[in-house]
């Protein structure tokens, strides 16, 4: 076999003339990671509250500070947490990463915040350099130049839908896509015998255990375009198949859990179906480079116009495309299959339908494409710029940009005067570059292509300072301790109405009913009409009321409540029902409270049958709880207030019993007939979990022992190709 040294880099393939200095790569790196780094404070220093909006808002931060003070507390993994309710089975949620060091190294860190805002300038900072980090990694492996791989790191993360959804507001999305570009990259190193195993199955778990499907959906889209690329190299696609497979075994660990308890929830979208909700059409694409273009898409605010440019990539993308030395790929075709492979399928899943089974909203998908298409775009400016044909070139380009001022300006042209500056500007930026280019100093050009990356970034802050398509919750600037020292409800609140935004009394020890959930638990929102969001509507307060068929009891004592929390424009004067009065009475809610507490204080027993006395009732952490008791004979019942998640088991005395589901969707314990005494014991367990765990320890495992392999074969190698003669 003969062994070909192979180029750093396309740009010494392309160079001419005497070899000139650069900076090494591992420079030029931390430079990308510096310069991501900054430009992330730009939309903070616009809106103080733009990483704090709208899923973040309700839902991830708070329970971030939550996980990492319980997690500072030796608490760990954090499955479930029945005081949150809906939103507190965090295995199943899947996306708060549970398994995922990573994830839980920064729930740690956000929990040493009191400022929710500042802590998540922090951690989606800290993301948004990652992924730059991958992409430029990603870029160099396909032999893009320095500057080149360079320009596309730094603009990928501030592309339209990564910063204006996935690091505004679905942060669980930009954690997933983080790790892709590093899948991708360590994946075909070690294809072409360059790189440990250890590393793609490594990057492969972290973007697996992020528990965004979107991250698994990128990293099988990965390994499927590799084998493409590979095909017809036995010993790659054998690679890159048992990394795949040793990813796979991870999946288990993070997914059974939800599939395990889909019996008992719902989740909005799911299915096959096109309503047009955040919908691109193809051509969206020809504004991908145009600042201000707002597309016409249909969004949660709007069924016609989105209020960011989301389907906005990189100011120099299209205005370029004349300029480049296409030839590269009619040479290098077969390198960049796999390239092409995800461009194709995830253009396809982007143009598609709205809902595809768990993968809703396509718009999500565009975020791969332009991977994608950035790993071929710096490849083709490392070739170099042509030059050659001025003015046809330049026509070409006026062209392009006409035609996306025109666009957007149809699309809204009230906003003339921002698509005539983005136009500017782009004609500007491309008469610079290929100024540098035909003056023999075209390493200025990617510094060019970044300062139009920074102005396109603080224009489009000005201009754009939230994204209005989605919820911002109308937050204050408030921190935790503040909200500690105005949240102080004596047990758990349920509220009629929506005063208490999702999870957001988490950081504050609010024990609220009402929480945020992905996915929500079918019975229990229907009982108590509540929303994903832990809004509640006008009858919920009556629902709450209502004698149930457990004793003629009340939701509102089976399920514990202490503080009934009623927004006055849903009850305006509430009749306090017996055994409560009114605590507090201002302009925005009425707060009515027990007046004698319950009984079981130390657990969450909340309902036995008449024949039943109880003389302890214990709760061991969340997920088990033990009552001693006697009964006089017959069947009796039992009711806790915890939602009867897939997972719970029910014994007396070593003897397993029946746990059924009750009003609202509460955890009933079935005591049968001859059972008269002894300890019940009631624990949960994630479903699925023992066989994640034991698929994942496998996987870890045999990612270990392929390493080995791998090295050992390196090592056999360079022993075989010293021993011979020269």
């Known amino acids: 076999m003969t062994v070909v040294d192979r180029p750093s880099s396309q ?14 790569g591992v420079l030029v790196a931390a430079v990308v990671c510096v310069v991501v780094a ?70 740690w860190l956000v929990s040493r915040f009191d400022d929710l805002a500042l ?24 032999r893009a130049g320095k500057g080149a791989a360079a320009a596309i790191a730094v603009a990928l993360p501030f592309s339209g839908f990564t910063l204006f959804y996935d690091t505004s507001s679905w942060a669980a999305g930009l954690m997933a896509f983080s790790s892709v570009p590093h899948v991708w990259w360590s994946t075909r190193r070690m294809a072409r015998g360059v790189g440990s195993p250890l590393w793609p199955f490594l990057f492969g778990a972290l973007a697996v255990t992020t528990g965004n499907p979107y991250g698994l959906l990128g990293v099988c889209a990965v390994l499927l375009a590799l084998l493409v690329e590979n095909w017809g190299n036995r010993a790659a696609l054998i690679k890159v198949l048992a990394v795949g497979v040793l990813i796979g075994l991870v999946v288990p660990l993070v997914y059974l859990p939800l599939l395990g308890n889909s019996p008992v929830t719902d989740r909005a979208g799911q299915g096959f179906a096109s309503d047009g909700m955040l919908m691109p059409r193809l051509s969206d694409f020809l504004n991908s480079s145009m600042p201000s273009a707002q597309p016409m898409i249909g969004t949660f605010a709007s069924p016609t116009r989105m209020t960011v440019p989301a389907m906005y990539f990189a100011w120099f993308v299209l ?25 194709a399928g995830y253009l396809a899943l982007a143009i598609g339908p709205s809902n595809l089974w768990m993968f809703r909203f396509p718009l999500r998908h565009v975020e791969m494409v332009f991977l994608a298409l950035g790993v071929l775009f710096a490849v083709l400016l490392t070739g170099g710029l042509s030059t050659g044909r001025l003015r046809a070139r330049a026509l070409v380009t006026a062209a392009l940009i006409a035609g996306s001022t025109y666009l957007s300006f149809a699309a809204g042209p009230w906003e003339w005067r921002r698509h005539l500056v983005s136009a500017v500007l782009l004609a500007v930026g491309v008469a610079l570059v290929v100024w540098f280019a035909r003056s023999g100093r075209p390493r200025a050009v990617p510094a060019v292509l970044v300062l139009g990356v920074a102005a396109t970034l603080g224009l489009q802050t000005v ?104 927004q006055r424009t849903m009850v305006d004067d509430p009749v306090p029902p017996a055994g409560w009065a009114v605590a507090h009475r201002n302009e925005v809610a009425t707060d009515l409270r027990r007046e004698d507490p319950l009984p079981w204080k130390d657990g969450r027993l909340s309902f036995v049958d008449g024949n039943v006395q109880v003389s302890a009732d214990k709760a061991v952490g969340d997920q088990e709880e033990t009552v001693r008791f006697t009964k006089s004979g017959g069947a009796a019942r ?23 589901e009750g009003p609202a969707g509460l955890v009933v314990v079935d ?13 949960w367990e994630p479903p699925g979990l023992k066989v994640g765990i034991g698929a994942a320890a496998a996987g870890a495992l045999g990612a270990l022992v392929l390493a080995a392999l791998e090295r050992a074969r390196r090592r056999r190698r360079t022993s075989f190709s010293t021993d011979q003669p020269v």
């Open 463 to 566: 201009w754009f300072p939230a994204n209005h398509d989605i919820a911002g919750y109308e937050f204050s600037p408030r921190t935790v301790s503040q909200a500690e020292k105005n949240l102080q409800y004596p047990g758990a609140v349920f509220q009629v109405g929506f005063l208490v935004v999702g999870n957001a009394g988490l950081p504050a020890g609010h024990d609220s009913i009402t929480s945020y959930s992905g996915m929500g638990y079918r019975k229990f929102k229907q009982a108590t009409c509540m929303t994903y969001r832990g809004a509640t509507c006008a009858a919920s307060y009556d629902m709450m009321l209502q004698p149930t068929e457990l004793g003629g009891r009340a939701l509102v004592d089976l399920m514990r409540v202490d503080v009934l929390l009623v």
């Open 319 to 343: 205005p370029l495309l004349p300029w480049l030395r296409w030839g590269v790929l009619r040479k290098r075709w077969r390198e960049f299959l796999g390239v092409f492979v995800v461009a």
């Open 11 to 24: 740009e010494e393939l392309v160079a001419t003339g005497p070899r000139r200095r650069t900076l090494p």
């Open 38 to 107: 900054l430009l992330a404070q730009v939309p903070f220093l616009r809106n103080r509250f733009f990483y704090v909006w709208d899923d973040s808002a309700a839902q991830f931060l708070p329970t971030w500070h939550y996980l990492g003070q319980r997690l500072s507390a030796g608490h760990w993994p954090e499955y479930l947490d029945v005081q949150n309710w809906m939103g507190g089975n965090f295995a199943a949620e899947a996306l708060f990463g549970l398994w995922n060091p990573v994830d839980l190294a920064n729930y």
């Open 119 to 142: 802590a998540a300038l922090v951690v989606k900072t800290e993301f948004l350099v990652l992924l730059a980090l991958g992409v430029y990694l990603l870029c160099r492996e396909y």
């Open 671 to 683: 005591l049968p007939d001859g059972v008269n005494g002894g300890e019940l014991k009631l624990t």
């Open 638 to 660: 039992l009711a806790f207030a915890r939602l009867d998640w897939p997972g719970y088991r029910a014994e007396v005395d070593g003897k397993p019993i029946q746990v059924s």
